[in-house]
């Protein structure tokens, strides 16, 4: 069975970075897509950056391009989620999730993910 954790959140002022992992286990990472979604308190979930299990390609939602990056270790088994210039509306539950190999690389909805980390919470201070 396939299991996403998801570490690094916590509290941040606005304008500082953090960076969050999500382990995946199992010994066929290198072949998912691997994507971070958010939620807000009274909003959907959202997505927020893809990157395909290649690594060559990278999608972002507008208002986190120029300061999130979605880079991955195939040996390490893990993603992560760069966030730099933390807004206050950056807050939000982040997850994970793995998309199993397909011929669309990406996806930008969660129906289009198999796999789901727990989330974490991340809150930026103004």
């Known amino acids: 069975q396939v299991q996403l954790v998801e570490s690094g959140g916590g509290l941040v002022q606005a304008g500082g970075s953090l960076r969050l992992s999500c382990a995946v286990s199992?010994?066929?990472?290198?072949?998912?897509?691997m994507g971070w979604f958010r939620q807000a308190p009274g909003k959907e979930r959202e997505f927020v950056a893809a990157i395909s299990w290649t690594g060559d390609i990278t999608y972002y939602t507008d208002s986190v391009k120029g300061r999130f990056t979605i880079p991955r270790d195939n040996v390490k088994n893990t993603a992560f989620l760069q966030m730099n210039k933390l807004k206050p509306e950056d807050t939000a539950v982040y997850s994970c999730?793995?998309?199993?190999?397909?011929?669309?690389?990406?996806?930008?909805?969660?129906?289009?993910?198999?796999?789901w980390g727990q989330g974490t919470q991340v809150t930026v201070s103004s």
């Open positions: 999730a793995a998309r199993h190999q397909s011929v669309v690389p990406i996806a930008t909805y969660e129906g289009g993910y198999n796999y």
């Open positions: 199992g010994r066929t990472f290198s072949s998912y897509t």
